[in-house]
């Protein structure tokens, strides 16, 4: 395989990510829209749509990867080149842990889950620990029982960002 088709690859992958996280994007931002009208039919259905979105692009970088390649398979020297340069676009990448997660799908669907090593795969982050130590909001909030559990329930929903307010 030439030279320079390692980074291609990765890009390609990369890439195909970016493309199903756009989608991503627009089947949750009606998230809470369909919450707050209680449509929970709609609610199944995004789910479904957002979990195949992520199979198809999947298989859309799987066969640009096929077509880039045209069809010959390559060594696990030249798998672990691939890694390398997609761990060198990762730094400063907003979402590079579910990135990672996408290469791993993209490699599991290429090679029928054979061959699967840490050196192959993410199994854990390539980026330094230092990226989880600045969060620009919390993910998570803590909410305690102290006045009891009506109390904490109605504090809990009062906390939501909810357009229309929920019944008593």
Same mark, same amino acid.
């Given at each position: 395989?030439? *030279?320079?088709? +390692?980074?291609?690859?990765?890009?390609?992958?990369?890439?195909?990510?970016?493309?199903?996280?756009?989608?991503?994007? +627009?089947?949750?931002?009606?998230?809470?829209?369909?919450?707050?009208?209680?449509?929970?039919?709609?609610?199944?259905?995004?789910?479904?749509? *957002?979990?195949?979105?992520?199979?198809?692009?999947?298989?859309?970088?799987?066969?640009?990867?096929?077509?880039?390649?045209?069809?010959?398979?390559?060594?696990?020297?030249?798998?672990?080149?691939?890694?390398?340069?997609?761990?060198?676009?990762?730094?400063?990448?907003?979402?590079? +842990?579910?990135?990672?997660?996408?290469?791993?799908?993209?490699?599991?669907?290429?090679?029928?889950?054979?061959?699967?090593?840490? +050196?192959?795969?993410?199994?854990?982050?390539?980026?330094?620990? *230092?990226?989880?130590?600045?969060?620009?909001?919390?993910?998570?909030?803590?909410?305690?029982?102290?006045?009891?559990?009506?109390?904490?329930?109605?504090?809990?929903?009062?906390?939501?960002?909810?357009?229309?307010?929920?019944?008593?």
């Amino acid at each position: 395989m030439p *030279r320079g088709l +390692e980074l291609l690859i990765a890009q390609t992958i990369l890439q195909g990510f970016d493309a199903q996280y756009g989608r991503f994007l +627009e089947v949750t931002s009606g998230a809470q829209q369909r919450f707050e009208q209680a449509d929970w039919h709609a609610v199944q259905q995004a789910m479904k749509s *957002r979990i195949h979105l992520y199979d198809h692009h999947v298989g859309l970088v799987v066969e640009q990867l096929r077509c880039i390649t045209d069809g010959k398979s390559t060594d696990a020297d030249f798998l672990l080149r691939v890694k390398e340069h997609y761990t060198r676009l990762l730094p400063d990448y907003p979402r590079f +842990e579910i990135a990672e997660s996408f290469f791993n799908s993209v490699y599991c669907r290429l090679f029928d889950h054979r061959s699967l090593t840490p +050196e192959r795969l993410f199994i854990f982050s390539s980026q330094p620990e *230092r990226r989880f130590r600045t969060i620009p909001r919390p993910l998570a909030k803590d909410f305690f029982p102290d006045h009891g559990w009506e109390t904490l329930l109605m504090r809990i929903l009062s906390d939501l960002p909810l357009a229309s307010a929920l019944a008593e």
